[in-house]
């Protein structure tokens, strides 16, 4: 999770430098265009690959957390292509003061049209920034509400570990009393059958001794 955090981070820091080399690039001179464009270019692959290694990372998250990251990454894939799209319009808008602008529409645009070309871009790119930090402080909760979920949930479990192994224990207890009282029967029952065979054998006996008595009695 700290690595994505770190993914999420340095994503933030190059899409807000690649949103502001996006706005000069409508107002730069030619002889510098060439470099910015290099450069943009550099920092959206860079950028994409982060999005990637973000993506690689999310497979390795738990399922129950996977899906607020995977939200989040969708969220940067569309800022992303939004950035490209925004990129391939910048380059091409043709600067003023090149082909196809007379030096006379140059010169005129050049104290009211580029000042307040520059002034809109510069407000575009503060938005821009402004929402760039929102959705990561927004990504920064969220991690920081799943990990807290998670700490919730591990901790559940500890105790309903911590019950079922106090429930097993008294369940071992209760299979041992169990066997005890099965022994203390099994005994009360074997000396109830003896104490059933002696009187038995005692009342036959006693019939035959009255049997005896009487037959004796009778022949005298």
């Known amino acids: 999770m700290d690595l994505i955090q770190d993914y999420e981070q340095q994503y933030a820091v190059l899409t807000a430098e690649i949103t502001a080399q996006i706005g000069r690039l409508g ?3 030619a002889g510098e265009r060439t470099k910015l464009i290099s450069d943009i270019d550099r920092q959206l692959e860079e950028s994409q690959e982060l999005l990637e290694q973000i993506g690689l990372e999310i497979r390795d998250v738990p399922a129950a957390n996977r899906s607020g990251y995977t939200s989040r990454l969708n969220c940067y894939q569309a800022e992303w292509k ?5 990129f391939t319009n910048a380059k091409a808008t043709r600067p003023k003061g090149t082909a196809g602008y007379s030096a006379a529409e140059s ?3 050049d104290e009211i049209g580029i000042q307040e070309d520059q002034k ?16 990561l402080k927004d990504s920064y909760r969220v991690v920081l509400e799943t990990e807290q979920i998670g700490t919730q949930v591990l901790q559940d479990l500890s105790d309903q570990r911590e019950t ?5 224990g008294r369940l071992r207890e209760t299979d041992a009393e169990l066997g005890r009282s099965s022994r203390l029967l099994n005994s009360m029952m074997m000396r109830a059958m003896r104490d059933k065979i002696v009187l038995i054998a005692v009342a036959v006996a006693l019939f035959l001794v009255l049997f005896l008595s009487i037959y004796f009695s009778v022949s005298d």
């Open 82 to 86: 939004r950035l490209q799209q925004e």
């Open 27 to 29: 107002v730069s001179p």
């Open 164 to 168: 079922i192994q106090r429930a097993r």
């Open 107 to 109: 010169d005129e645009f």
């Open 120 to 135: 809109r871009r510069l407000l575009d790119n503060s938005e821009r920034l402004e929402r760039t930090g929102n959705h």
